[in-house]
């Protein structure tokens, strides 16, 4: 199939029917009103569900009932709508079900405004709801990144029967971008959902999705159970991208739009002598340690560029355990940094030398 | 040796896990009505309860078929994500009055108003009886409670809220009804009630509540028997029984 140009919203919206989503439930917010949009029409003609909850909370916790039901399933959602999925999102972790649940951020605290951020760092990484859990998170640069990622999330999220988030800001929300749907993505081995509750029609003892262990020896043993699912995460799933890392002294460390601002600042680095790469994180969590055993002597210092005030800086530090001078550059607001802010940052840490 | 007849058993809706409620609580007597009914309608292998958070939490393990543990008030649309992908499962939700009356209210509301095709069986003791007796919003007047030590006080914490009355006003709602399970006459009219309420589901007719006048003696601080004579005297007249809704006769009208 050839490219075809779309809104990011409306093509991250194509991607999850593509990706064989079964169900979708949402609450409208700003700025990912054009997902739900989308699919109003075309999940329908598909044959496939779409219900406007009454609420974010409504929304996961249908999300819920239909992943335990077997199906697959997405919520889309901005910043302070994912704010009150969490609860629904520690449940669905704790009952193990798979779900795709695409954040695109805008800035907060609070209300905050519906302009671009990446400052939802933190809520996607940590949990963000109750318990000892974690989300396999995605973050995308460009649309067909989105697209791409988006269809193969569905298999993810069967695979380790978890939820898997994708994050992405408003810019890749509103943009228009050139996208194929047709590029070959990763196939995950998948096993029968023989645990859902639909009803045992005869074929099997009942089934029972639940989160709820009153024995702490039981909920200790489930805990580790959890964990060693995120431990594969770390050890085999960590996903990123070098650009330009063979002979840079400086390295910016940024995902998501940013990280594609940061290639046009390189561009421009380049041109006036100096050699400076990027560290892209495309899984947020889990946070790609094996990239940073991959930088070459060449580099002297890390540069985390971010769309907040340094979310993802603690873990740029962690993983570099005290290895480089880490530098920051960040803007908040909504207000998408330009690469010329990024070059100047990055004239300023060379000058200091 | 004389000739036997089985005139009573229990229902194969109902697993063999003990039952974790109080002496004298009529959780046990509802739980036994929606496994009959579910098997005399014979979808016990395709139905779904969910249950939800309070003295039910564990109702999972009560019953024989698939179950799901919902979040605190959040059945109803727990239920609406499975039913809408899994149509042809009978779905209901098993919610205490602290669960659907207080933090689930917009869950509930918003399920039938969209005519979801599920039932929610609504347990009404007036009071939270998993938390250790607190004030619910069905809590009555004068009611004393550990959160209204001195009686519920309507200036301060507002009326009792009526759940079947206020969900009949919704247009989407199919079949409500109001009953108690205070003796054996009303247990009969209370599983002929739900009854009603899984036919219309297995009919496709759409969303219905059936509302329980349950006891807490527990949380009441009384015997079983004073207990039962308490919801009579002071529980049924504030929360009358009856149908409040029934569209399946406007739709045959």
């Given at each position: 199939?050839?490219?075809?140009?779309?809104?990011?919203?409306?093509?991250?919206?194509?991607?999850?029917?593509?990706?064989?989503?079964?169900?979708?439930?949402?609450?409208?917010?700003?700025?990912?009103?054009?997902?739900?949009?989308?699919?109003?029409?075309?999940?329908?003609?598909?044959?496939?569900?779409?219900?406007?909850?009454?609420?974010?909370?409504?929304?996961?916790?249908?999300?819920?009932?239909?992943?335990?039901?077997?199906?697959?399933?997405?919520?889309?959602?901005?910043?302070?709508?994912?704010?009150?999925?969490?609860?629904?999102?520690?449940?669905?972790?704790?009952?193990?079900?798979?779900?795709?649940?695409?954040?695109?951020?805008?800035?907060?605290?609070?209300?905050?405004?519906?302009?671009?951020?990446?400052?939802?760092?933190?809520?996607?990484?940590?949990?963000?709801?109750?318990?000892?859990?974690?989300?396999?998170?995605?973050?995308?640069?460009?649309?067909?990144?989105?697209?791409?990622?988006?269809?193969?999330?569905?298999?993810?999220?069967?695979?380790?029967?978890?939820?898997?988030?994708?994050?992405?800001?408003?810019?890749?929300?509103?943009?228009?971008?050139?996208?194929?749907?047709?590029?070959?993505?990763?196939?995950?081995?998948?096993?029968?959902?023989?645990?859902?509750?639909?009803?045992?029609?005869?074929?099997?003892?009942?089934?029972?999705?639940?989160?709820?262990?009153?024995?702490?020896?039981?909920?200790?043993?489930?805990?580790?159970?959890?964990?060693?699912?995120?431990?594969?995460?770390?050890?085999?799933?960590?996903?990123?991208?070098?650009?330009?890392?063979?002979?840079?002294?400086?390295?910016?460390?940024?995902?998501?739009?940013?990280?594609?601002?940061?290639?046009?600042?390189?561009?421009?680095?380049?041109?006036?002598?100096?050699?400076?790469?990027?560290?892209?994180?495309?899984?947020?969590?889990?946070?790609?340690?094996?990239?940073?055993?991959?930088?070459?002597?060449?580099?002297?210092?890390?540069?985390?560029?971010?769309?907040?005030?340094?979310?993802?800086?603690?873990?740029?530090?962690?993983?570099?355990?005290?290895?480089?001078?880490?530098?920051?550059?960040?803007?908040?607001?909504?207000?998408?940094?330009?690469?010329?802010?990024?070059?100047?940052?990055?004239?300023?840490?060379?000058?200091?030398? | 040796?004389?000739?036997?007849?089985?005139?009573y058993?229990?229902s194969?809706?109902?697993?063999?896990?003990?039952?974790?409620y109080?002496?004298g609580c009529t959780h046990g007597i509802i739980h036994k009505l929606v496994a009959e009914c579910?098997?005399e309608?014979?979808?016990?292998?395709?139905?779904?309860?969910?249950?939800?958070?309070?003295?039910?939490?564990?109702?999972?393990?009560?019953?024989?078929?698939?179950?799901?543990?919902?979040?605190?008030?959040?059945?109803?649309?727990?239920?609406?994500?499975?039913?809408?992908?899994?149509?042809?499962?009978?779905?209901?939700?098993?919610?205490?009055d602290?669960?659907?009356?207080?933090?689930?209210?917009?869950?509930?509301?918003?399920?039938?108003?969209?005519?979801?095709?599920?039932?929610?069986v609504f347990v009404n003791n007036a009071?939270?009886?998993?938390?250790?007796?607190?004030?619910?919003?069905t809590?009555?007047?004068?009611?004393?409670?550990?959160?209204?030590?001195?009686?519920?006080?309507?200036?301060?914490?507002?009326?009792?809220?009526r759940i079947a009355?206020?969900?009949?006003?919704?247009?989407?709602?199919?079949y409500v009804e109001r009953v108690s399970v205070h003796n054996p006459k009303h247990v009969n009219k209370a599983k002929k009630a739900l009854k009603k309420a899984f036919?219309?589901?297995?009919?496709?007719?759409?969303?219905?509540l059936i509302e329980f006048i349950s006891t807490c003696p527990?949380?009441?601080?009384?015997?079983p028997k004073d207990a039962v004579d308490w919801a009579v005297d002071n529980m049924i007249p504030y929360y009358p029984l009856g149908v409040y809704?029934?569209?399946?006769?406007?739709?045959?009208?």
């Open positions: 199939m050839a490219k075809v140009l779309m809104k990011g919203n409306e093509a991250m919206a194509l991607a999850a029917i593509k990706g064989g989503c079964d169900a979708f439930y949402g609450y409208p917010i700003t700025p990912q009103n054009e997902l739900p949009e989308y699919l109003s029409k075309h999940m329908k003609e598909n044959g496939r569900v779409f219900v406007q909850s009454e609420s974010e909370v409504a929304a996961i916790n249908m999300v819920y009932g239909a992943a335990g039901g077997g199906a697959r399933v997405l919520t889309s959602s901005s910043s302070p709508g994912i704010a009150l999925k969490q609860e629904g999102i520690s449940y669905l972790t704790g009952a193990e079900l798979p779900a795709v649940i695409i954040n695109v951020m805008r800035g907060g605290p609070g209300l905050g405004g519906i302009q671009p951020s990446q400052a939802d760092y933190k809520q996607i990484t940590r949990g963000g709801g109750n318990g000892d859990y974690y989300l396999y998170s995605l973050a995308p640069e460009s649309l067909q990144e989105a697209v791409n990622l988006i269809k193969e999330s569905f298999d993810i999220a069967d695979y380790f029967r978890n939820p898997v988030m994708i994050a992405v800001d408003g810019l890749i929300g509103q943009m228009m971008e050139p996208v194929d749907f047709d590029q070959e993505i990763p196939k995950w081995d998948l096993k029968e959902k023989t645990w859902a509750a639909d009803g045992m029609r005869g074929k099997r003892d009942k089934n029972v999705i639940n989160s709820l262990y009153l024995d702490p020896q039981d909920l200790e043993d489930h805990n580790y159970k959890l964990l060693d699912k995120y431990n594969e995460m770390k050890a085999n799933h960590q996903r990123y991208e070098l650009i330009n890392m063979e002979n840079a002294e400086i390295a910016i460390v940024a995902f998501g739009s940013t990280a594609r601002i940061a290639r046009s600042a390189i561009e421009m680095l380049e041109d006036e002598g100096i050699n400076c790469g990027i560290i892209r994180p495309i899984t947020i969590y889990p946070f790609p340690s094996k990239a940073f055993d991959e930088i070459p002597a060449s580099v002297q210092d890390l540069l985390v560029v971010e769309m907040s005030t340094g979310q993802m800086i603690d873990d740029v530090k962690i993983v570099n355990e005290g290895r480089y001078p880490i530098h920051f550059y960040g803007r908040v607001g909504g207000i998408v940094p330009e690469a010329e802010e990024i070059v100047n940052k990055v004239k300023e840490i060379v000058g200091e030398k | 040796m004389a000739k036997t007849k089985t005139v058993k229990k194969p809706g109902l697993s063999d896990f003990p039952l974790s109080c002496p579910l098997t309608l014979d979808v016990l292998e395709r139905s779904v309860g969910i249950g939800s958070v309070g003295c039910s939490a564990l109702n999972y393990d009560f019953f024989s078929f698939d179950m799901f543990q919902a979040a605190h008030g959040r059945a109803p649309a727990v239920a609406t994500g499975l039913k809408r992908v899994r149509p042809d499962t009978m779905v209901f939700t098993y919610q205490g602290g669960d659907l009356a207080s933090i689930g209210i917009a869950e509930a509301i918003h399920a039938a108003h969209r005519g979801e095709n599920i039932t929610i009071i939270y009886g998993m938390t250790g007796g607190q004030m619910a919003p809590t009555l007047v004068g009611q004393k409670t550990t959160t209204s030590p001195d009686g519920r006080d309507p200036k301060h914490s507002g009326f009792p809220l009355e206020m969900m009949a006003t919704i247009p989407g709602a199919t036919e219309i589901q297995k009919n496709n007719q759409g969303f219905s527990v949380n009441w601080g009384m015997t809704k029934d569209r399946t006769k406007e739709d045959n009208a």
